[in-house]
């Protein structure tokens, strides 16, 4: 029975006893939807040794954290994680559940999905409920960014949906909010797990980043080609900035892909975002328009860019950028 599924859940992953950010910005957008549907909004938290971590996320929006501690869970997969989620959700019964669309986010959501029977919306960039429904409105781009999809999961519960990272925004850590811990006991034997982890490797290329850079300088194919984008990373470099680019620019190899920004790209959240020689195409705009301060240059006038800009320059960038670049090291000096 769907009435049955009351409140809203999130996913918190950690890994190596450390909150994901996109956790902490889904208990913002969490709590916004609990508030509306008036139950509570509840953190799920799956590890070893991991119960230090219920404050912190009660201080990020939650009135309750499910536990599941278990040495078994120390690192994620799918097989122990999705027990330990199966367990929970068969027991409590979430309506709406919701998890970053990372790798182990993905991964997991997706075979919960399966398990549990219901629907799962993949890389959500917008979230609301009809209230008289208690429908989950997950949207996000579709049919190559062409519009705005809103998905429904109407005849089966948990409503369950991937958010991609700085996307939606974290309430302020607040340590005087009070919630309740709910542990569960979980029966794990290493022995009977099909995949075992030898080794984790980290991540260390540029990607991280672009992701965490407070000033992004992004160019487009308005670069002219390989020796005109020299300006974008010149640029970057007098201010310290990191370099970004459309797809068009990666496709033309001017740079790798880890650095094109949109939504076959990096969504990120600068506090300044140049925009250079970049017309604004939906799929670009979706990576980088809650940026703090977008400053676009572009000759034409029109350009959709200047509808997302904060500032905007109308002119050849090949003029105004060299000026920008003196400029700036001067002021440097
Ligand atoms: P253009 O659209 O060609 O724009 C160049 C701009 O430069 C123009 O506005 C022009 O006026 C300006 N210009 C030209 N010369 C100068 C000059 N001298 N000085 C100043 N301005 C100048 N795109 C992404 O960026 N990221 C994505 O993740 C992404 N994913 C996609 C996924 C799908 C399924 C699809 C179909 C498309 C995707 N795209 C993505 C591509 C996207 O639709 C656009 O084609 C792309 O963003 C355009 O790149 P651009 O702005 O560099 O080039």
């Keep these: 029975m769907i009435e049955e599924y009351r ?9 190596d006893g450390e909150i994901e950010g996109v956790s902490l910005e889904l208990l913002g957008a969490g709590r916004k939807l609990a508030d509306k549907l008036e139950v509570a909004l509840a953190g799920v938290l799956l590890g070893d040794n991991v119960k230090s971590l219920c404050p912190e996320v009660i201080a990020y929006g939650a009135d309750e954290v499910y536990v599941v501690d278990h040495p078994v ?3 994620y997969r799918t097989e122990s994680y999705m027990k330990g989620i199966m367990l929970l959700a068969e027991k409590y019964k979430p309506e709406i ?15 919960v999905a399966t398990d549990l029977s219901t629907g799962l919306t993949a890389d959500t960039t917008m979230l ?26 109407k005849k089966h519960r948990p409503q369950m949906a991937t958010v ?32 075992k982890v030898l080794k ?18 992004a160019g487009g194919k308005g670069m002219g080609d390989l020796q005109g984008f020299q300006l974008i990373h010149e640029l970057a470099d007098t201010i310290g900035a990191s370099v970004g680019g459309t797809r068009d620019v990666v496709e033309a190899g001017w740079l790798p892909h880890e650095l094109q920004v949109g939504q076959t790209g990096e969504t990120i959240t600068p506090k300044i975002y140049f925009a250079i020689g970049i017309s604004g195409a939906i799929q670009h705009v ?20 200047f ?19 003196e400029q700036f090291k001067v002021l440097r000096k």
């Design 7 to 15: 409140g809203v859940w999130v996913f918190i992953e950690q890994n």
């Design 164 to 195: 991609r990272p700085k996307v939606m925004k974290a309430l302020e850590r607040d340590m005087n909010r009070t919630g309740k811990i709910i542990e569960e006991e979980i029966d794990l034997k290493e022995e009977d797990m099909r995949t």
């Design 73 to 75: 869970m120390k690192d």
């Design 97 to 111: 559940f919701l998890y970053g669309a990372t790798p182990n986010g993905k991964d997991l959501a997706s075979a």
């Design 286 to 305: 979706v990576g980088m328009k809650n940026s703090e301060f977008i400053i676009a240059i572009n000759k034409d006038p029109n350009a959709p860019i």
């Design 128 to 153: 609301d409920v009809d209230l008289e429904k208690r429908l989950l409105e997950a949207s996000r781009p579709a049919f190559g960014g062409n519009i705005m999809a809103t998905i429904l999961c």
């Design 200 to 217: 984790i490797v980290k991540d260390i290329t540029k990607k991280a980043s672009l992701a965490d850079a407070h000033v992004v300088v």
């Design 307 to 325: 509808d997302v800009a904060t500032y905007g320059i109308v002119g050849d960038a090949m003029e105004i950028v060299p000026k920008l670049i």
